[in-house]
């Protein structure tokens, strides 16, 4: 396993404990943001993890059905835009300004 | 101000629980050490926690147990009873089995403590921790005895020696365990018990409001000593009425002994030339297939009585199922040996009349090792009797052509 240099170490810790601890956002939205992270991670443990984290705080089965809705749609969103800048790069000419608004 | 949701507490998973809750429209909250993702999508409310740490458990269940009003807490995992009659007192629940009862049932050696003090015919028996202690407890329980852990299940070190030197092995054996099957600390207070010569039953029993009602004997058998490793179940057992009253008042006596109400429970005993001698009693339903047996042949199933107990429920309002045989018979195939193993086509006897199921563990020509507990046998069949033949024949014909072995 790759390890960071001490300083890293400590300096990536620290950006992981304001991250998760800034109330930026409520529990529940963070959870939300969990979920949406581990649906698009694709990592059955993290995502395993984090459902019962989410149950536990009151987040219910609709709910993450809708998250990982989205992540679904977000990703096929994204696939088309790929899709379309295949066949943009092999046609005679293409539009910088729509690829670069898809991705 | 709203009322508060009906829920259920289920305390880990073996079989049917999350089905036989999610029949009844209840939402739960489960727990245990390890959820999986579908478990956790399933439950209402999932809490992974380690359940050996009972007060936190205890606490969280508690927490969480004020959103909602909680019916009962279920379980039939015989290593968590004792945490699910916890958590049921401290939510002041009325009809669960006492968190006493639970532990007289679990500690086999406060099992026989209090059978003796009660004058309940049980084996004779002594603790011991040390091989001098071993020496002595020979000298008043003759050779050769059983040696068994007080804390642990499903027959793992149960031991039948017939020497002091078998008896040595056998102690250090369970003292060299620092834990048990789920990770308690291992009980070093090693039981010796004199070993009883007769077959042996098992009882299916349900105690509600302190009425005891016997449902099934089940006839055991078990592989040849030194082992203690169950081979086969047939319900109802072959017996006379005399020695049927006589195991129904040995095991309404002894359950009354261990304070035992609002439980399912199992019984082991042995029907010996002085009558029945209780050996251990459990409070949950029988293990291996018992429960489906049992319910082919009285109509009533353990696990959903289990339930119906816990949420206050009698055998009046229990529910029942449809009578499917007058015999049922269950099989397991175990390894004597280490080796190969090797067997006939399984699939043509699936179609069997009275055949039930049929699992085999194992592949073919898979390595395996002696089958030494309960747990690592190799596979097993159950058998409902039909009106032609007793379930006892169709399992030596099913038994006869698999022809699993092991070499």
Same mark, same amino acid.
């Given at each position: 396993?790759?390890?960071?240099?001490?300083?890293?170490?400590?300096?990536?810790?620290?950006?992981?404990?304001?991250?998760? #601890? +800034?109330?930026?956002?409520?529990?529940?939205? &963070?959870?939300?943001?969990? =979920?949406?992270?581990?649906?698009?991670?694709?990592? $059955?443990?993290?995502?395993?993890?984090?459902?019962?984290?989410?149950?536990?705080?009151?987040?219910?089965?609709?709910?993450?059905?809708?998250? #990982? +809705?989205?992540?679904?749609?977000?990703?096929? &969103?994204?696939?088309?835009? =790929?899709?379309?800048?295949?066949?943009?790069?092999? $046609?005679?000419?293409?539009?910088?300004?729509?690829?670069?608004?898809?991705? | 101000?709203?009322?508060?949701?009906?829920?259920?507490?289920?305390?880990?998973?073996?079989?049917?629980?999350?089905?036989?809750?999610?029949?009844?429209?209840?939402?739960?909250?489960?727990?245990?050490?390890?959820?999986?993702?579908?478990?956790?999508?399933?439950?209402?409310?999932?809490?992974?926690?380690?359940?050996?740490?009972?007060?936190?458990?205890?606490?969280?269940?508690?927490?969480?147990?004020?959103?909602?009003?909680?019916?009962?807490?279920?379980?039939?995992?015989?290593?968590?009873?004792?945490?699910?009659?916890?958590?049921?007192?401290?939510?002041?629940?009325?009809?669960?089995?006492?968190?006493?009862?639970?532990?007289?049932?679990?500690?086999?050696?406060?099992?026989?403590?209090?059978?003796?003090?009660?004058?309940?015919?049980?084996?004779?028996?002594?603790?011991?921790?040390?091989?001098?202690?071993?020496?002595?407890?020979?000298?008043?329980?003759?050779?050769?005895?059983?040696?068994?852990?007080?804390?642990?299940?499903?027959?793992?070190?149960?031991?039948?020696?017939?020497?002091?030197?078998?008896?040595?092995?056998?102690?250090?054996?369970?003292?060299?365990?620092?834990?048990?099957?789920?990770?308690?600390?291992?009980?070093?207070?090693?039981?010796?018990?004199?070993?009883?010569?007769?077959?042996?039953?098992?009882?299916?029993?349900?105690?509600?409001?302190?009425?005891?009602?016997?449902?099934?004997?089940?006839?055991?058998?078990?592989?040849?000593?030194?082992?203690?490793?169950?081979?086969?179940?047939?319900?109802?057992?072959?017996?006379?009425?005399?020695?049927?009253?006589?195991?129904?008042?040995?095991?309404?006596?002894?359950?009354?002994?261990?304070?035992?109400?609002?439980?399912?429970?199992?019984?082991?005993?042995?029907?010996?030339?002085?009558?029945?001698?209780?050996?251990?009693?459990?409070?949950?339903?029988?293990?291996?297939?018992?429960?489906?047996?049992?319910?082919?042949?009285?109509?009533?199933?353990?696990?959903?009585?289990?339930?119906?107990?816990?949420?206050?429920?009698?055998?009046?309002?229990?529910?029942?199922?449809?009578?499917?045989?007058?015999?049922?018979?269950?099989?397991?195939?175990?390894?004597?040996?280490?080796?190969?193993?090797?067997?006939?086509?399984?699939?043509?006897?699936?179609?069997?009349?009275?055949?039930?199921?049929?699992?085999?563990?194992?592949?073919?020509?898979?390595?395996?090792?002696?089958?030494?507990?309960?747990?690592?046998?190799?596979?097993?069949?159950?058998?409902?009797?039909?009106?032609?033949?007793?379930?006892?024949?169709?399992?030596?014909?099913?038994?006869?052509?698999?022809?699993?072995?092991?070499?």
């Amino acid at each position: 396993m790759l390890t960071l240099n001490p300083t890293l170490q400590e300096q990536f810790a620290a950006f992981s404990v304001e991250a998760s #601890s +800034a109330n930026s956002f409520s529990e529940r939205e &963070q959870l939300l943001a969990m =979920l949406t992270a581990s649906f698009l991670l694709e990592d $059955a443990d993290l995502l395993r993890q984090t459902v019962i984290m989410a149950k536990l705080n009151g987040i219910i089965n609709d709910e993450i059905a809708h998250v #990982s +809705a989205l992540v679904v749609a977000t990703c096929k &969103q994204k696939a088309g835009c =790929l899709e379309k800048l295949g066949m943009e790069q092999h $046609a005679p000419k293409s539009s910088c300004s729509q690829t670069a608004t898809c991705l | 101000m709203s009322e508060r949701t009906h829920a259920v507490i289920l305390i880990s998973h073996q079989d049917m629980e999350f089905e036989l809750i999610e029949e009844r429209g209840y939402p739960f909250l489960y727990f245990n050490r390890r959820i999986t993702l579908d478990d956790a999508l399933r439950a209402t409310i999932p809490v992974e926690m380690n359940l050996n740490d009972e007060e936190q458990t205890v606490a969280q269940a508690v927490k969480l147990a004020r959103s909602f009003t909680i019916l009962g807490v279920y379980c039939l995992n015989e290593y968590r009873i004792p945490l699910a009659c916890r958590i049921a007192r401290a939510l002041g629940i009325p009809h669960a089995l006492s968190y006493e009862a639970a532990i007289n049932c679990r500690n086999k050696k406060r099992t026989k403590e209090l059978l003796v003090s009660h004058g309940i015919n049980t084996a004779r028996f002594k603790l011991i921790h040390t091989v001098e202690e071993a020496k002595a407890a020979t000298a008043e329980i003759p050779l050769p005895v059983i040696v068994k852990p007080s804390n642990e299940s499903g027959s793992s070190f149960v031991r039948r020696c017939a020497t002091l030197t078998e008896i040595r092995h056998a102690m250090e054996l369970i003292q060299h365990q620092n834990c048990n099957w789920v990770g308690q600390v291992m009980d070093h207070e090693v039981l010796v018990e004199e070993y009883l010569d007769g077959p042996e039953f098992s009882v299916e029993a349900c105690t509600i409001r302190g009425k005891t009602t016997i449902l099934a004997i089940t006839h055991k058998q078990i592989t040849p000593w030194p082992l203690t490793v169950e081979v086969s179940h047939c319900v109802p057992a072959s017996l006379s009425d005399r020695d049927t009253h006589a195991i129904h008042h040995a095991v309404t006596q002894a359950l009354a002994a261990l304070d035992i109400d609002n439980s399912v429970t199992h019984t082991e005993l042995k029907l010996t030339a002085t009558g029945p001698r209780i050996i251990e009693v459990n409070a949950r339903r029988g293990g291996d297939k018992i429960s489906t047996l049992v319910r082919g042949v009285t109509g009533y199933d353990l696990t959903e009585l289990s339930l119906h107990i816990a949420l206050g429920g009698t055998l009046t309002d229990a529910p029942r199922h449809e009578i499917k045989a007058a015999s049922a018979v269950s099989q397991f195939f175990i390894a004597e040996r280490g080796g190969v193993v090797d067997f006939n086509d399984p699939v043509p006897l699936g179609t069997l009349p009275g055949v039930y199921s049929l699992d085999i563990a194992v592949e073919q020509g898979e390595r395996v090792e002696p089958t030494t507990s309960n747990f690592n046998r190799l596979g097993q069949f159950i058998i409902y009797g039909t009106p032609e033949r007793h379930a006892t024949d169709i399992a030596a014909e099913v038994f006869e052509r698999l022809a699993i072995r092991v070499s």
